[in-house]
């Protein structure tokens, strides 16, 4: 990480040895490309979509996203899972677990009323069979406890759920890296194959199936994410060699080549292996290894191409760098539009420009909404700082010859 102090507004009131070592803004960047990314492809149909990671190779936004993730949870955890200190780790982690559940709640009903009154305003009733939903509306009594139980996820609504289930085994993955990293990743790694060799994830209540993202699968990636930079943070270096970039680099153009020119059929090929499909598919569900190989062979080859990481480490103030440092809201946010988006798409039967034109007014929206959050957390750290050098108030002084100083209290 940059040691100079970071470029923040209000920053330049302070002393210099008041401020903090700089964020190191990479993270926030790739957070906030990643967060653009889900939103363009969560509105399907308009042609941004075609220009996204997905098209060019084996993963997409959601590996990248998960896999940041785990770096900042190792980031914000790790050096604070201490003897002594690992039970209040445990109840920051769980705390966070339930801000997510509260956040997968506010999407999932506000899409549901999204659609409930695009098929009602608009007399489009097709709009109720879309995404999962005519399940829970056919049975509402099933439905809804089945939505605030997480035993059902309306389409575009299943990141959150997985992230919230990482969160809560952030403890357990820290423990085990407590005892050696290898351990870690090593039952990490036990439990990502016996859940897609034998296709254990937790089941949907109305409907018979899977949770989209499986998190006894995604846990491995997460979890990669976090040891290597806890690693990293205690004087470790991550693989380097130039064999690994070779490969890293292969891998990627492979991938690009077998997803562009649709090779698909390829896949047959593999799975005549008889080997399990976790290790030789395409499944999302799952995480298989095709896929997690493609987002760890990006980030290493972002790793050790400087130019890649010059590009990635933008000011502090940068739009990219603002709305990762906001991922949550921004998230949720975008969600939100996305269904909108949905809807709209849906009313007007696709029409190309219109999806265009919302596409762009959705992400110009998220950027404004993250700068209004990034105001209030610098006026709100204001606040708070000068709150706690305590306020000034001038006093009178009265001095020998009747003149009335004044002096700071």
């Given at each position: 990480?940059?040691?100079?102090?970071?470029?923040?507004?209000?920053?330049?009131?302070?002393?210099?040895?008041a401020?903090?070592?700089a964020?190191?803004?990479?993270?926030?960047?790739?957070?906030?490309?990643?967060?653009?990314?889900?939103?363009?492809?969560?509105?399907?149909?308009?042609?941004?979509?075609?220009?996204?990671?997905?098209n060019?190779?084996?993963s997409?936004?959601?590996?990248?996203?998960?896999?940041i993730?785990?770096?900042?949870?190792?980031?914000?955890y790790?050096?604070?899972?201490k003897?002594?200190?690992?039970?209040?780790?445990?109840?920051k982690?769980?705390?966070?677990?339930?801000?997510?559940y509260?956040?997968?709640?506010?999407?999932?009903?506000?899409?549901l009323?999204?659609?409930?009154?695009?098929?009602?305003?608009?007399?489009?009733?097709?709009?109720?069979?879309?995404?999962?939903?005519?399940?829970?509306?056919?049975?509402?009594?099933?439905?809804?406890?089945?939505?605030l139980?997480?035993?059902?996820?309306?389409?575009?609504?299943?990141?959150?759920?997985?992230?919230?289930a990482?969160?809560?085994?952030?403890?357990?993955?820290?423990?085990?890296?407590?005892?050696?990293?290898?351990?870690a990743?090593g039952?990490?790694?036990?439990?990502?194959?016996?859940?897609?060799?034998y296709?254990?994830?937790?089941?949907?209540?109305?409907?018979?199936d899977?949770?989209?993202?499986?998190p006894?699968?995604?846990?491995?990636?997460?979890?990669?994410g976090?040891?290597?930079?806890?690693h990293?943070?205690?004087?470790?270096?991550?693989?380097?060699?130039?064999i690994l970039?070779?490969?890293?680099?292969?891998?990627?153009?492979?991938?690009?080549?077998?997803?562009?020119?649709?090779?698909?059929?390829?896949?047959?090929v593999?799975?005549?292996?008889?080997m399990?499909?976790?290790?030789?598919?395409?499944?999302?569900?799952?995480?298989?290894?095709?896929?997690?190989?493609h987002?760890?062979a990006?980030?290493?080859?972002?790793?050790?191409?400087?130019?890649?990481?010059?590009i990635?480490?933008?000011?502090?103030?940068?739009?990219?760098t603002?709305?990762?440092?906001?991922?949550?809201?921004?998230?949720v946010?975008g969600?939100?539009?996305a269904?909108?988006?949905?809807?709209?798409?849906?009313?007007?039967?696709?029409?190309?420009?219109?999806g265009?034109?919302?596409?762009?007014?959705?992400?110009?929206g998220?950027?404004?909404?993250?700068?209004?959050?990034?105001?209030?957390?610098?006026?709100?750290?204001?606040?708070?700082?000068?709150?706690?050098?305590?306020?000034?108030?001038?006093?009178?002084?009265?001095?020998?010859?009747?003149?009335?100083?004044?002096?700071?209290?």
């Open positions: 990480m940059a040691a100079t102090p970071e470029n923040a507004i209000g920053a330049e009131r302070l002393p210099q040895s401020v903090r070592p964020r190191d803004t990479r993270l926030d960047v790739l957070r906030g490309l990643a967060l653009i990314t889900i939103f363009i492809n969560h509105v399907p149909g308009q042609i941004f979509e075609y220009a996204t990671t997905k060019f190779g084996f997409d936004a959601a590996e990248a996203f998960v896999l993730s785990g770096i900042a949870v190792g980031l914000a790790g050096s604070g899972f003897v002594g200190g690992r039970l209040d780790m445990a109840k982690a769980i705390k966070r677990a339930f801000t997510l509260l956040a997968h709640m506010i999407t999932t009903f506000i899409t009323a999204l659609f409930i009154c695009g098929a009602s305003l608009f007399h489009r009733p097709g709009l109720l069979v879309e995404i999962n939903i005519l399940a829970v509306l056919m049975n509402l009594t099933q439905g809804i406890p089945a939505l139980l997480l035993g059902h996820q309306i389409g575009y609504n299943n990141i959150l759920p997985m992230y919230g990482l969160m809560l085994m952030v403890p357990v993955i820290l423990l085990l890296y407590s005892a050696h990293p290898l351990l990743l039952v990490s790694g036990a439990v990502w194959l016996f859940a897609g060799i296709q254990i994830a937790p089941h949907n209540m109305l409907i018979a899977y949770w989209f993202l499986n006894l699968s995604w846990q491995f990636l997460f979890t990669i976090a040891v290597g930079i806890m990293v943070k205690r004087g470790g270096k991550l693989p380097e060699h130039p970039f070779v490969l890293a680099s292969g891998y990627v153009a492979l991938s690009f080549a077998w997803v562009v020119g649709h090779l698909w059929d390829l896949g047959n593999l799975a005549a292996l008889g399990p499909p976790v290790l030789t598919g395409f499944d999302k569900t799952f995480l298989s290894l095709p896929r997690l190989l987002v760890l990006l980030s290493y080859l972002v790793i050790n191409i400087p130019v890649l990481s010059r990635l480490r933008r000011p502090s103030d940068h739009p990219l603002i709305i990762g440092r906001h991922s949550l809201n921004i998230f946010a969600t939100i539009l269904m909108a988006g949905q809807v709209l798409l849906y009313i007007t039967n696709h029409d190309q420009m219109i265009a034109l919302f596409v762009v007014a959705g992400i110009s998220q950027f404004a909404y993250a700068y209004h959050l990034e105001r209030k957390r610098i006026d709100g750290t204001v606040k708070a700082r000068s709150m706690g050098r305590g306020a000034s108030v001038p006093v009178a002084v009265r001095v020998g010859d009747g003149r009335k100083l004044y002096r700071d209290k």
